[in-house]
């Protein structure tokens, strides 16, 4: 059985709601929408609503300027040490063009200027940056209670860790996700360059609802809305 459930009749919402819903989000307060998003269904709507009304290929439109977001930095432009396998290339760019489409991501970024950063920010913020350290790709920088910290994210057999923990995960992501589970949850907000979209809160409401990854294809979309999803498969 799927972990999504089934979507019922009594969670349908009219498609007429829905469309007028799609049209006028956008000027609606952040509170307002993350209330509505606590219904899967209406967020699997508000996707496959839009992508309907829009009548395009790629539905996904910034909600502010787009001049406004900052240019991404190649990966290849950073001092990411030689690779030993094509293997560990492979799992190392295609994290970092993820890491591209999280917001949360803010490359050759100086461990000075995440801590000033972070230090305005509420407590649990963090980010992911690149690491200056040769034989490390990415250091994680967050706000502990104690203040801004940063530790380096070490890649080793093929697998994500910490530094200092004998903790390993098969991908980055799914190491950020465990520490915000976490108990002590040292980590709460990624620390994003830009405000989600409307699209990127329903992704992520579906995610956390489903559990992420490979189950979304067991949901009624169509190819579009699932490749979006695909594109950035975590709760985050």
Request: aromatic residues 12%; contains cysteine.
């Amino acid at each position: 059985m799927s972990n999504c459930g089934s979507l019922t009749s009594s969670q349908a919402v009219p498609l007429v709601l829905i469309t007028a819903l799609a049209l006028t989000v956008q000027v609606c307060s952040l509170a307002v929408v993350f209330l509505v998003f606590r219904d899967l269904s209406l967020a699997i709507h508000i996707l496959t609503s839009q992508d309907y009304l829009m009548g395009k290929k790629r539905f996904i439109t910034p909600e502010a300027d787009p001049a406004a977001r900052p240019v991404a930095i190649p990966y290849f432009s950073t001092h990411f040490p030689p690779f030993r396998s094509q293997r560990d290339f492979n799992i190392i760019t295609e994290t970092a063009a993820t890491l591209e489409r999280s917001g949360f991501y803010w490359g050759p970024l100086g461990v000075e200027e995440a801590h000033c950063m972070l230090r305005e920010a509420p407590l649990g913020s963090f980010l992911i940056r690149d690491s200056r350290q040769k034989d490390v790709f990415f250091t994680l920088s967050y706000h502990a209670e104690s203040g801004p910290v940063s530790v380096r994210i070490v890649y080793k057999r093929q697998r994500f860790g910490l530094a200092g923990s004998e903790r390993s995960f098969q991908t980055l992501f799914a190491l950020l996700e465990h520490y915000i589970a976490h108990p002590k949850k040292s980590l709460r907000f990624p620390h994003r360059k830009w405000k989600p979209t409307l699209q990127e809160l329903c992704r992520k409401r579906i995610m956390e609802a489903c559990g992420g990854g490979r189950q979304v294809l067991e949901l009624p979309l169509n190819r579009v809305v699932q490749d979006f999803l695909l594109e950035f498969p975590y709760k985050l």
